[in-house]
């Protein structure tokens, strides 16, 4: 049967995993370097993955293949990783039933445009004022040092550049308390990020990393990036996980 399935180019493929992290099917594994689909009937072809691609060498192409095996992919996950796993698969596969979370052209749901419903409320006067909780500059990845006083034993804030413009209450809930470090997974150069990263946690001493990031698809690379950067840095530093939902809710 001919159907959208995911297709990798492996000259610009990079072999950084990141599409492998995103698959929660499991259709994709890299091997010899390289990302490969290893299980066409795995593939959903609604193209979760492509948001991050560093390099571009993923898309969606309609083609000849196996029909999707939901039942199949479910026993592979269950065996193989968990029932967690199996979760997260059937919560993707809702999502994408519904409208607002359909693929769009260029294979990036993350990037579909959405109105957000307010209901507008009258609020007291209060003479309580909202303080900002920054303690560093600056706070985005590539521009911040490699070495500086406010990563001693500090907690260290990851958060995707959307998170505070989500979510009101990101000062006192989120940068508290925190050295601050933002960037966007899906715009900027993820391997550079992974590198800077690394560097900063194998050279200073930091307690935690909390990494803030979006519901969209496109913003679980820079969860696996922060994963990645520990991993390198050679230290046993503890990864907390923020989901920040488009509506402004902290869902996980």
Same mark, same amino acid.
């Given at each position: $049967?001919?159907?959208?399935? &995911? /297709?990798?180019?492996?000259?610009?493929?990079?072999?950084?995993?990141?599409?492998v992290s995103? #698959?929660?099917?499991?259709?994709?594994?890299? !091997?010899?370097?390289?990302?490969?689909?290893?299980?066409?009937?795995?593939?959903?072809?609604?193209?979760?993955?492509i948001g991050? #691609?560093?390099?571009?060498?993923?898309?969606?192409?309609?083609?000849?293949? +196996?029909?999707?095996?939901?039942?199949?992919? +479910?026993?592979?996950?269950?065996?193989?990783?968990?029932?967690?796993? !199996?979760?997260? $698969?059937?919560?993707?596969?809702?999502?994408?039933?519904?409208?607002?979370?359909? /693929?769009l052209p260029?294979? #990036?749901?993350?990037?579909?445009?959405?109105?957000?419903?307010?209901?507008?409320?009258?609020?007291?006067?209060?003479?309580?004022?909202?303080?900002?909780?920054?303690?560093?500059?600056?706070?985005?990845?590539?521009?911040?040092?490699?070495?500086?006083?406010?990563?001693?034993?500090?907690?260290?804030?990851?958060?995707?550049?959307?998170?505070?413009?989500?979510?009101?209450?990101?000062?006192?809930?989120?940068?508290?308390?925190?050295?601050?470090?933002?960037?966007?997974?899906?715009?900027?150069?993820?391997?550079?990020?992974?590198?800077?990263?690394?560097?900063?946690?194998?050279?200073?001493? &930091?307690?935690?990393?909390? *990494?803030?990031? $979006?519901?969209?698809? #496109?913003? $679980?690379?820079?969860?696996?990036?922060?994963?990645?950067? *520990?991993?390198?840095?050679?230290?046993?530093?503890? !990864?907390?996980?923020? +989901?920040?939902?488009?509506?402004?809710?902290?869902?996980?």
């Open positions: $049967m001919k159907r959208k399935i &995911i /297709t990798i180019n492996e000259e610009l493929c990079d072999g950084c995993g990141n599409c995103t #698959c929660s099917e499991g259709a994709l594994q890299i !091997v010899d370097g390289k990302a490969r689909l290893v299980k066409e009937d795995f593939c959903d072809g609604f193209g979760d993955c991050e #691609c560093p390099t571009g060498a993923l898309k969606i192409e309609e083609k000849e293949s +196996k029909p999707f095996d939901i039942e199949a992919t +479910k026993e592979f996950l269950l065996k193989t990783k968990s029932k967690e796993a !199996v979760w997260r $698969m059937e919560e993707a596969q809702k999502k994408h039933e519904t409208k607002e979370h359909k /693929t260029c294979g #990036c749901p993350g990037s579909l445009s959405q109105s957000i419903s307010r209901t507008e409320t009258t609020i007291a006067f209060s003479p309580q004022k909202i303080e900002p909780q920054l303690r560093n500059w600056p706070i985005q990845i590539t521009l911040l040092p490699l070495k500086a006083p406010y990563y001693e034993n500090a907690d260290l804030l990851v958060a995707a550049d959307c998170c505070a413009y989500a979510y009101a209450g990101f000062h006192n809930d989120f940068i508290k308390g925190h050295t601050l470090a933002i960037g966007c997974p899906k715009l900027d150069n993820a391997n550079a990020y992974r590198e800077k990263l690394a560097t900063i946690l194998g050279g200073n001493n &930091i307690k935690s990393v909390t *990494v803030a990031y $979006m519901e969209v698809p #496109c913003c $679980m690379g820079l969860v696996k990036l922060i994963e990645d950067a *520990v991993k390198q840095s050679g230290k046993d530093i503890p !990864v907390k996980k923020k +989901k920040i939902g488009i509506q402004g809710q902290i869902l996980a």
